[in-house]
């Protein structure tokens, strides 16, 4: 017998019909002889539905009371996946996160979960009884519900199966595995058998959502046996682990990512401590920035420029304002009509040339480059917000459709 924790996103679970499909591969699991840990996202569209509720109400509501919307939607997936597999005859309890037990820390809108009880779920366990969790949700010392951020459910699962020592985290959803990039935008994308918890952590950061990041992030932590898969064919899906067999091109992978925006600090003074005064603010602020650049400067003045997530555009250009006096900069100037577009891959970190490959797409798409950032196994350019699609394809085609 082993323990298996089982995810359904959004599309998997978005009316009827689907809840009692889920139910069956459910129950199939656990008529093996198996304990299941199930966790869902809200049905279909409803977390946009519910945003879009509260901003006719107050666009500026604060983080707690959206965090306290949004966290409804999960609540109906798991009650109502429960009455299926009640009707289809396996027994079954819904739990939300408060009664779990998945403490958080105080960050609404972006939580990290902390600690995890295995009372209750260890109980329901030994009763024979699939145990459904509301995805997304958290709750932190107050006892008030906190959210992970968006497509959180993944880590929901991953931390569930990293605290019961899972023997297998199945995340089901609309495609059957991960792709060298998203099939949307690449229809002839090719499935991977495999890839590695650093691979896909950076293409997860740079915007491939079939996993959130931070459930990558905790798989490879906690050494959780990961598969993606589809909940609507049954075939077999894609692994992330610790070793793979390399690609012969080098690459996994190519992401985008167009909830980026750039802000640049203009002139400020050329002395030390400058970038850690502006970065410590802005962590305070728990505001994460990602590629940075800083020019050479000036004579005395220099300018720095960083992009953030677009959702902290507002927070971020408030701090820095509201700092003005201590930064002493000239202006900030913000952009957020640009995307980012990376490859991935650890093949990279052996084989020189690499970028210049991508580089070379992206010159004869005639696209501009304005910033870029590198880590080990990745490399990331800026560009305009209209040309990723394009940019995106060219790269690929470059790595993977040329001989
Ligand atoms: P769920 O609701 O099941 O969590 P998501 O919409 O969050 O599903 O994630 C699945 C989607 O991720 C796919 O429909 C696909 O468009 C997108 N995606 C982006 N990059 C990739 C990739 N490299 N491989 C597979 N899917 C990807
Ligand atoms: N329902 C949440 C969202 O749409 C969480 C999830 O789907 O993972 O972001
Ligand atoms: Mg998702």
Redesign the pocket.
Known sequence: MSLIVQKF????VRDTQRIFHVAEIIAETYKAGNDVIVVL?AQGDTTDELIGKANEINPHASKREMDMLLSTGEQISVALCAMALEKIGVPAVSLAAWQVGIQSNSVHSDARIKRIDEERVRGELNQRKVVLVAGFQAVNKNGDVTTLGR?G??TSAVALAASFQADLCQIY???D????????IVPN?RKLEAITYDEMLE?ASQG???LHNRSVELAKKYHVNLEVLSSLEKKPGTKVKEVVKMEKTNIA?V?KDTSVARVALVGLQHNPGVAFQVFSLLGKANINVDVIIQSIGRGDTKDISFTVHKKDLEDAQQVLEDNKDVLKFDHVAVDDKIGKVSIVGAGMMSNAGVAAKMFEALYEAGINIQMINTSEIRVSVLIDENDVDRAVRAVHAKFFDEP
Do not use: F, N
Request: with cysteine; glycine share 20%.
């Open positions: 996103g959004g599309s998997s996202s497509g459910s993944d959803t609309d495609v595995g991960i792709y060298t990039c998203d099939p949307r994308a293409l491939a959502q079939v992978g992401a």
